[in-house]
């Protein structure tokens, strides 16, 4: 009895804690529901503003349209289609661009306007979607459901509307500069017609395309272009340029580099190089940029090569660093180079020809001004064909030379050279006449077949072995140049040369 006392009173007891848990789990669950009723739009314009903080238009893109070179005669219309393959070269070094206030305004605006027409779409379409549930004829439980499902998307959907319309989306300052797609695959795209340019950049997916026309201006080439964009919806910038055919790799470098400059959105920095003395040649990137005073040169930001030459004075070379929007002058005073004399005699008496590298400098006696501290190669001859080559070092005033007699059996370095330029212009003279006699034999040897009268055949095999013998003679001119200029350069690499210390 008292077992079993004790047992209901256990089980009394179990009975008293279930309605507990029961109505704290009803509490949680019903907390719950509130929470993801009321909280869940708060939730989702939450995470509707984390999504802003990243940026749109993180990219801007060019097209290259084809070039217009009606302007150009048939044959160098192929010359079009070479700027602008040489354009996607030159701009596929250019990485990003800096946004204007204007332009960043335009696509601020533009994706403010398109989210905000996305966001009201989405609600009407999702309200239209619950107007459409009262003529669905689902039960009344399904029904309740259907809306309170629906009445949360319209509430996140309205929130975000709301936050639309509330702040403006982030645009990227400075966007990655890329060419379109078919320009890089060398496709150009023809020039819209007037009027149609902005309609050209939605359908392309561009924001700005270039266009320009090639023509010929006095045997000279002509080429302008100009850039169109999309913010501005107008052309922007125009450029030119006249060159000749040989010039065009360089036009186009120079062409390229003022467009990057524009494309890039950073202002040109510029360059004035003056000189002294004042007939001092001015080179820019191995530009010619002037004399004395190069003028104020536009460049892009970055580095610069100056070279400064001048006849008599020491040559100087050195980079410049470019800043953006700002002018750079540089001042030049070349140092003159002091000479210093150098007196040359032969021991023997008989004048000899003295030669300064290969330069001839006239007969011993002579004074030569030479470079201090630079070595020079001299080289003397007189005309028993007795030679002397050494190098100078500066080291003394003055020098009286003993010539060294010719080798092999009296022939003279100017021996050899002579009979390499003998052969070299028996060649010249037997391979233009070995030319001509081959086309006329082939003639004769044609006007045979062709006619196949038997008159003829004697004449044209006369012809065909003249050209055989022609072409042989020819060969074996040739196969002597080789041979003496063989010879020529093996002498004369040979000859004793001493340093005069």
Known sequence: MRGRTTANKILSGKKNVLPLVTVTGKILILAG???????????ARASLEMTEDVPLYTTWTLCITSFDTSGLSPAKRIMGNLITRNMVDELSSLDARVRSPEETMYYTEYAWNQARLEAGQALKKKRDERDALFFSGDTEWNYKNKVKKIDNEIKTLEAKYELQESGFPLVAGNPNFALAQQNLSGTFPPVPMDGMEYSFCKEQKIDGFLTGTISEYYGRVYAAIRLYTLYSRSYVYEDFILFSVEDQQLAVSGLA??????????????????????????????TYA???????????????????FADDHRNKKFQVDLVSGELAEVFINLQPIMYEAFDLDTAGGLAASVYLGSTFMGKTPITLNIVPDQHEYITMENERGETISFVYNGSTPSATIALVPPKDNGKTLEDYRKSFYGAY??????????????????ASVDAYNYSGNADTYDSAVTARNVAIGSIVVAGGFLVETLIRMGIYLYKSNSEDVTTIK
């Not at 529901?33 to 939730?43: A, E, W």
């Not at 002037?290 to 400064?308: A, C, L």
């Open 257 to 286: 580099s003022r467009l990057k400059a524009v494309l890039s959105g950073i202002e040109p920095s510029a360059i004035i190089v003056k000189a002294e003395p004042e007939d001092a040649l001015i080179l820019l990137n191995n």
């Open 290 to 308: 002037g004399r004395g005073n190069s003028g104020e040169r536009d460049h892009s930001p970055g580095t610069v090569d100056v070279e400064v």
């Open 33 to 43: 529901l509130c929470f993801f009723i009321f909280c869940r739009p708060l939730y």
């Open 425 to 442: 212009g028996r060649f010249w003279i037997t391979l233009p006449l070995a030319v001509i006699i081959n086309g006329v034999a082939t």
